[in-house]
């Protein structure tokens, strides 16, 4: 048992009188029973006088499945919902499972299992079977009457009532003594002789403390527990219900309850369930010792321990400081943590990854902790640590990645996230003389140079090819579950990410002010909800199809409490959707067990490629494709920026063709002269130079030989592009020529003022008046040419212009005069 609970116990209060009928429990207990709900208790069938909890079998949660049969309540798990005791009747009269209705009565109700009160009217004693429905006394009255039946004798003169027996003396048990002079129900004077036989120097005082109860249909036992165990029991079955919405069978509760009476424990969260226990009884064991864990917790309890339970703080999951040897970083951790929590966004009834993100930086504190440990002092004094300290701790990241130990991601990562810590440890303050890490170092952190660089993204290839995707919408009717055949399929035709499709609302189909479909969804990622998204009306049937389901299968659930996609656990209103977690795994069940997919060459395709993410990354691909600008598929794309949204698709070969050819109508050589050719032949000529490369130069395009062989770094003109022939260019460099025009200037005006140089130099480096009048006339024939065209045109021509931009290979600074060395791995790129 924790200090705390020590503490608790040992003094006396008066209160908890929902809970427990004697009220003189310790304090603990008291507070813990201040959790409960009085209405749950009530929900639960709880009676504080014989600590039985007895479930209404209607209880969404908490029921059970009751015989079919008109007269009978007892237990039916199977499938036909029929008891054994039924079953046996039907048996006997010749009849089958399917006639049911046609079972004669039995002459009196059947509660459930275990004894029923005596038939005789007031008797207060337990039946002596089910079949007679006699106590003791009353049934030997009847038998020593000759001919007498059951329902003569409850007229008879004899059949007087008796007042109850004491109860049996097993302190689990809720049932009458079988005598009045002996201690124990029927049932338990048997088991007591079975353990004599096993057991002849049995501790009867003992085997009466750890004796389960008689099971009854309904009933779950908590008698022989200690006051803190049952608050305990209770507030987490409470929780249970509450708060994870998850059905309890009696069957697994009072296994539980029997095997921590069997333990003799003082308190719930002392329990550890035993590995051969099946995953039923693990998790409900697991969920009520939580549960029972934090109903007193508070952040300002939690924050002093090692082992933080999350939700707590508001967020799921578990943290654990225990990886952390030195107490100086430990404690400065646990103060980081517990500043950085509430800064976190938190869902309700949804997990977030919160938890996730700080337990990433305790890990690479305690990686750091590690490292700290290979000195002599251990780590333990943060004055005596240094840079050598921190670069020891560097030199073992990069060890790690070498040995592939952790991924190039996790070294950096590592780095950002110690850097981060270290960095606000000292903002809160710790550092400070008297503070956790007094006397820490300035040289002790992580600059930004130390941070390793991320390798440069390359072209975005996650979308899935046209005929892959086509293949994978043949093969849906494979899916079984509505659910998830749905899901996959608002996947696949919104490119909505898989949370965002799991936590649609019912009512997420609308109509606009022109009678369209859109999708009404929440952005959980940027934290942007209600965001609205035209869809096609196949789309929008899918929607309807699904809502049509989930109100059949809950139809007394108000429509504003539903979910569009409601899990098959934990969910007995329809409230809770699947997770993305299930999603996920539905869906690669599903692409696996798929034939071979190929590609339109006949190839195989990698089938661990198609996952739910690339649906979305296909649906950008396809509007990319079909000509839907930037702007307007960010917007679709629910992303704050561009960049973010440039990043989910690329310009196929077919646009990068249409847009050349737009900005190639509007050519100019270095003269100002506009090109005009056969369209074909230039168009061709253009495509084939972008195939084998091209060589830009500031404000235009570059075709001599030896300078595209260096790549732009060779020019043997020493840059005299506005007189050259191998120069040209287009209205796309039009804002480049005004940046040169500007900077011919500014050097030209610097050079007159200066009075350094000697007339020669400043000959040589003076901006001829050619140059900047060639370079006007060209900026003046691209703007007459752009003014030409009419709206339509100039608007795609500047569409063209942003698509040419993104695909252009750019050159930074002047070109070399001077040549380079050959290339000797020419199909390596810079």
């Known amino acids: 048992m924790s200090a705390v609970g020590a503490a608790g116990a040992a003094a006396v209060s008066i209160g908890g009188a929902h809970v427990f009928a004697d009220t003189r429990i310790d304090r603990l207990a008291a507070a813990i029973a201040a959790v409960i709900d009085p209405a749950f208790l009530t929900e639960a069938g709880w009676d504080p006088a014989r600590r039985v909890l007895s479930f209404a079998p209607e209880h969404p949660l908490l029921g059970r499945p009751v015989c079919r049969a008109a007269d009978c309540s007892a237990t039916a798990p199977a499938a036909s919902r029929i008891c054994a005791s039924c079953r046996r009747r039907l048996a006997e009269h010749g009849l089958g499972e399917h006639e049911i209705g046609a079972l004669p009565a039995r002459g009196h109700r059947r509660s459930g299992r275990g004894p029923d009160a005596c038939l005789v009217g007031g008797c207060a004693r337990d039946a002596m079977s089910a079949r007679s429905g006699l106590c003791s006394v009353h049934e030997e009255q009847r038998r020593a009457l000759p001919g007498v039946g059951v329902e003569q004798f409850l007229t008879h003169r004899q059949a007087k009532p008796l007042p109850p027996l004491a109860l049996c003396a097993v302190d689990a048990c809720t049932r009458q003594r079988r005598h009045p002079d002996g201690l124990y129900c029927g049932a338990h004077q048997q088991r007591l002789r079975t353990a004599r036989t096993r057991d002849p120097d049995l501790d009867e005082a003992g085997w009466r403390a750890i004796s389960p109860a008689i099971g009854r249909g309904g009933e779950v036992s908590l008698r022989?527990?200690?006051?803190?165990?049952?608050?305990?029991?209770?507030?987490?079955?409470?929780?249970?219900?509450?708060?994870?919405?998850?059905?309890?069978?009696?069957?697994?509760?009072?296994?539980?309850?029997?095997?921590?009476?069997?333990?003799?424990?003082?308190?719930?969260?002392?329990?550890?369930?035993?590995?051969?226990?099946?995953?039923?009884?693990?998790?409900?064991?697991?969920?009520?010792?939580?549960?029972?864990?934090?109903?007193?917790?508070?952040?300002?309890?939690?924050?002093?321990?090692?082992?933080?339970?999350?939700?707590?703080?508001?967020?799921?999951?578990?943290?654990?400081?225990?990886?952390?040897?030195?107490?100086?970083?430990?404690?400065?951790?646990?103060?980081?943590?517990?500043?950085?929590?509430?800064?976190?966004?938190?869902?309700?009834?949804?997990?977030?990854?919160?938890?996730?993100?700080?337990?990433?930086?305790?890990?690479?504190?305690?990686?750091?902790?590690?490292?700290?440990?290979?000195?002599?002092?251990?780590?333990?004094?943060?004055?005596?640590?240094?840079?050598?300290?921190?670069?020891?701790?560097?030199?073992?990241?990069?060890?790690?990645?070498?040995?592939?130990?952790?991924?190039?991601?996790?070294?950096?990562?590592?780095?950002?996230?110690?850097?981060?810590?270290?960095?606000?440890?000292?903002?809160?303050?710790?550092?400070?003389?008297?503070?956790?890490?007094?006397?820490?170092?300035?040289?002790?952190?992580?600059?930004?140079?130390?941070?390793?660089?991320?390798?440069?993204?390359?072209?975005?290839?996650?979308?899935?090819?046209?005929?892959?995707?086509?293949?994978?919408?043949?093969?849906?009717?494979?899916l079984t579950s509505p659910e998830m055949r749905t899901a996959i399929e608002l996947a696949i035709d919104t490119g909505r990410r898989p949370e965002e499709i799991c936590a649609l609302d019912f009512d997420c189909l609308t109509r606009d002010d022109l009678g369209m479909a859109v999708l009404i969804y929440d952005n959980h990622k940027a934290n942007r909800p209600d965001r609205r998204l035209p869809i096609g009306e196949q789309t929008a049937a899918v929607i309807v199809a699904q809502q049509k389901r989930v109100r059949a299968r809950y139809p007394d659930t108000p429509v504003g409490e539903l979910t569009l996609l409601p899990t098959d656990r934990r969910n007995p209103g329809g409230g809770r959707a699947i997770t993305a977690f299930s999603l996920a795994f539905a869906h690669r069940t599903w692409v696996d067990r798929m034939p071979v997919l190929?590609?339109?060459?006949?190839?195989?395709?990698?089938?661990?490629?198609?996952?739910?993410?690339?649906?979305?990354?296909?649906?950008?691909?396809?509007?990319?494709?079909?000509?839907?600008?930037v702007e307007v598929l960010r917007e679709l794309m629910s992303h704050r920026k561009l960049e973010t949204t440039s990043g989910y698709y690329r310009v196929g070969e077919t646009r990068r063709r249409e847009a050349v050819d737009r900005v190639t109508a509007m050519q100019f050589d270095r003269h100002g002269n506009r090109i005009w050719r056969q369209a074909q032949a230039l168009l061709d000529s253009e495509h084939a130079r972008r195939a084998v490369g091209e060589v830009a130069v500031p404000f235009g395009v570059c075709a001599e030989p030896s300078n595209v062989k260096a790549g732009g770094g060779a020019c043997p003109f020493r840059f005299r592009c506005a007189g050259c022939d191998h120069f040209r260019t287009d209205v796309s460099y039009l804002p480049d020529l005004h940046a040169y025009l500007d900077d011919l200037l500014r050097t030209r005006e610097r050079l007159l003022a200066t009075t350094e140089l000697d007339h020669w130099a400043r000959a040589e480096a003076m901006p001829s008046d050619e140059e900047i009048r060639r370079i006007r006339r060209l900026i003046a024939r691209i703007d007459a040419g752009f003014d030409e065209l009419t709206a339509e045109q100039r608007e795609q021509i500047e569409h063209a212009v942003t698509v040419v931009h993104r695909h252009r290979s750019t050159m930074l600074g002047m070109p070399r005069t001077h040549q380079t060395l050959p290339d000797l791995r020419p199909e390596r790129t810079t």
């Open 224 to 478: 022989g527990l200690p006051p803190l165990v049952v608050a305990e029991l209770l507030v987490g079955l409470q929780q249970r219900c509450r708060i994870n919405a998850v059905k309890t069978r009696e069957a697994t509760l009072r296994a539980l309850c029997n095997d921590v009476r069997h333990r003799q424990l003082g308190s719930l969260t002392d329990y550890l369930p035993d590995d051969d226990r099946d995953l039923e009884f693990a998790g409900l064991a697991h969920c009520l010792i939580g549960h029972a864990r934090r109903a007193l917790s508070t952040p300002e309890t939690e924050v002093a321990k090692d082992d933080w339970d999350l939700r707590v703080f508001g967020h799921s999951g578990t943290l654990s400081f225990t990886g952390i040897s030195q107490s100086w970083l430990r404690e400065s951790a646990k103060r980081w943590a517990a500043d950085d929590l509430p800064k976190r966004r938190v869902r309700s009834g949804r997990r977030t990854s919160a938890g996730l993100a700080v337990r990433h930086h305790i890990g690479a504190l305690a990686r750091l902790s590690e490292s700290l440990r290979m000195r002599e002092d251990r780590g333990d004094h943060p004055a005596a640590l240094g840079r050598a300290d921190m670069e020891a701790f560097l030199h073992r990241l990069a060890y790690r990645e070498s040995v592939g130990q952790i991924s190039g991601d996790a070294r950096i990562r590592a780095c950002r996230e110690v850097r981060a810590v270290l960095t606000r440890i000292r903002t809160m303050g710790l550092t400070r003389p008297g503070g956790l890490a007094a006397g820490l170092g300035e040289d002790f952190t992580i600059t930004v140079a130390d941070v390793p660089a991320e390798p440069e993204p390359g072209e975005p290839n996650r979308d899935l090819p046209p005929e892959i995707m086509a293949q994978l919408c043949a093969q849906l009717d494979r």
């Open 598 to 629: 190929r590609t339109a060459d006949g190839v195989e395709y990698d089938k661990s490629k198609v996952v739910l993410y690339a649906y979305r990354h296909s649906f950008a691909q396809r509007h990319a494709d079909a000509g839907v600008s």
